[in-house]
Nanobody, 127 residues
Framework: VQLQASGGGLVQTGGSLTLSCAAA????????MGWFRRAPGKDREFVAAINWSGHFTVYADSVKGRFTISRDSAARNMLSLQMNGLKPEDTAVYFC????????????????????WGQGTQVTVSS
């Protein structure tokens, strides 16, 4: 599965951004998909994931209630992350990922369960 992320940018505290990730490949519609982020000087962090059908989602506690992950209901090959109420601590490079496994527990995600990764898109939140 090939992934192409887009939609990052610079926004003020409290603002909103929507990230998109286009998936291509024969099995992309049957894969779980997710978002991770890496802030400067920090380890990669799980943000959100969605199962193959789009019916189940899971979020990191740090973004719960502010971010919404979704995928198109038809081809299921376009992933989105709607980010509201952005904070300076959300500043990071955001990566989309796809894989065969979906966990309903956010603490289970390490990144190793995903087979394919996008190139990353920068999100900067100014204070």
């Amino acid at each position: 599965v090939q992934l192409q992320a887009s939609g990052g940018g610079l926004v003020q505290t409290g603002g909103s951004l929507t990230l998109s990730c286009a998936a291509a490949g024969r099995t992309s519609s049957t894969y779980a998909m997710g978002w991770f982020r890496r802030a400067p000087g920090k380890d990669r962090e799980f943000v959100a994931a969605i199962n193959w059908s789009g019916h189940f989602t899971v979020y990191a506690d740090s973004v719960k209630g502010r971010f919404t992950i979704s995928r198109d209901s038809a081809a299921r090959n376009m992933l989105s992350l709607q980010m509201n109420g952005l904070k300076p601590e959300d500043t990071a490079v955001y990566f989309c990922a796809a894989g065969r496994v979906y966990y309903g527990d956010s603490s289970a995600y390490t990144g190793g369960e995903f087979d394919s990764w996008g190139q990353g898109t920068q999100v900067t939140v100014s204070s």
